[in-house]
């Protein structure tokens, strides 16, 4: 799987409300050491994804964080949002990475629209 399979896959067992215990270990551990490879909608997307699904994967979070600090300016405002969403919602305080968020969408604010 590449990355998008593997945001994709996450995406429909969550959105489906499929608890796939296993599936979501083994996109966890294959993104953790690939997460460099992972586009700015691929990890907003895995993140939502994870939880949705409710499934605790602290290694991936951190990993997801590390990365999209780095890259902030590449993420569109709803990867910002979705991401934002995510690690909040999964209970995840990623500090580092919602001050990026935060400095990322005043930069875009205008870029913005109701559904992000």
Do not use: C
């Amino acid at each position: 799987f590449n990355p998008q399979d593997m945001a994709n896959t996450a995406w429909a067992f969550a959105t489906a409300g499929v608890a796939a215990e296993r599936l979501f270990e083994a996109i966890a551990g294959a993104a953790v050491n690939r997460i460099g490879d992972f586009n700015p909608q691929d990890m907003a997307n895995t993140a939502w994804a994870f939880a949705t699904a409710g499934v605790a994967a602290e290694r991936l979070f951190e990993a997801i964080a590390g990365a999209a600090v780095n890259r902030i300016g590449d993420f569109n405002p709803q990867d910002m949002a979705n991401t934002a969403w995510a690690f909040a919602t999964a209970g995840v305080a990623a500090e580092r990475l919602l001050k990026a968020i935060a400095g990322g969408a005043v930069n875009r604010i205008g870029d913005f629209n109701p559904q992000d």
